[in-house]
């Protein structure tokens, strides 16, 4: 009875170590999403800068392609993509926690991984 008792506890150590690793796994994931969207922010900012700001352009807009001017669309791209940089801060904070949390669960239960 008690080895059975025991071999839950272990049960319990292991999944409570895969729901970690999974979430900090899922918290890079984002952020090598979000940092690839910044990338592509960068490029359509670096491609419209030096154009005059009253040319005509054109801007996916939940599914819909608007027209506007460069001196329109330019403020708005570059908001949004300093909206997701800090989305990627916020997300290495949370994966830096993550991260720690994890290290500590495997250091209490000194779990031994044996291949990652």
Not at 87 to 105: G, H, M, R
């Amino acid at each position: 009875m008690s080895q059975q008792k025991q071999q839950l506890t272990e049960n319990q150590i292991i999944e409570h170590y895969k729901d970690l690793k999974s979430q900090q796994q899922q918290i890079i994931s984002r952020i090598s999403e979000f940092e690839s969207d910044v990338g592509e922010y960068g490029l359509v900012i670096n491609a419209i800068q030096n154009l005059e700001s009253n040319r005509k352009c054109f801007r996916m807009v939940g599914g819909v392609l608007v027209e506007r001017t460069v001196g329109e669309v330019l403020p708005q791209i570059k908001q949004n993509r300093d909206g997701i940089k800090e989305v990627v801060k916020k997300l290495d904070e949370n994966l830096s926690i993550k991260t720690k949390e994890l290290n500590d669960f495997v250091a209490l239960y000194k779990i031994k991984i044996t291949s990652q």
